[in-house]
């Protein structure tokens, strides 16, 4: 009867904060992660790498850090938004490195499918690197396997 009368009111989702640099590219790295609907504990760890690696944070940090970009990825813009917001902010050196680094993300399971690559591909030519980079970038992470 009280539960009619006062029901419990849903707690409120904390706000996602809003994408800079660090988030876009966890958030891009889960897109890849994603593509093939399997989202499996290499590919996390491989992100929490990536992220430390990056950003020169502690694996507890880097946790965090993903389980953040994991909500943006679900709640947040596209990959246009993303990627544009990485293309203003980081150079082409370094977005080509993290081109590499998203490919490790999708062979992180063994292999890549093709969900993966096309989304991937996709990713890449939204951060401007350019045909013969993005080939190199996925050949080196397939040696690297």
Not at 18 to 28: C, E, R
Not at 76 to 87: D, M, N, Q, V
Request: charged share 30%; glycine share 6%.
């Amino acid at each position: 009867m009280f539960e009619r009368l006062f029901p419990r009111r849903k707690p409120q989702p904390k706000p996602l904060p809003q994408p800079n640099a660090q988030l876009a590219l966890g958030a891009l790295l889960v897109r890849v992660a994603f593509a093939d609907r399997e989202y499996k504990a290499a590919e996390i760890s491989q992100i929490d790498r990536i992220l430390s690696r990056t950003f020169d944070i502690g694996p507890i940090e880097a946790a965090k850090l993903r389980a953040t970009c994991e909500a943006l990825e679900r709640d947040a813009p596209g990959t246009p938004e993303f990627a544009r917001i990485l293309r203003e902010e980081v150079d082409y050196a370094d977005r080509k490195a993290l081109g590499e680094a998203m490919w490790s993300v999708a062979t992180a399971d063994g292999h890549s499918g093709e969900s993966e690559e096309i989304q991937l591909v996709a990713i890449e030519v939204a951060l401007g690197l350019t045909d013969v980079d993005i080939a190199e970038g996925r050949e080196r992470a397939l040696r690297g396997r």
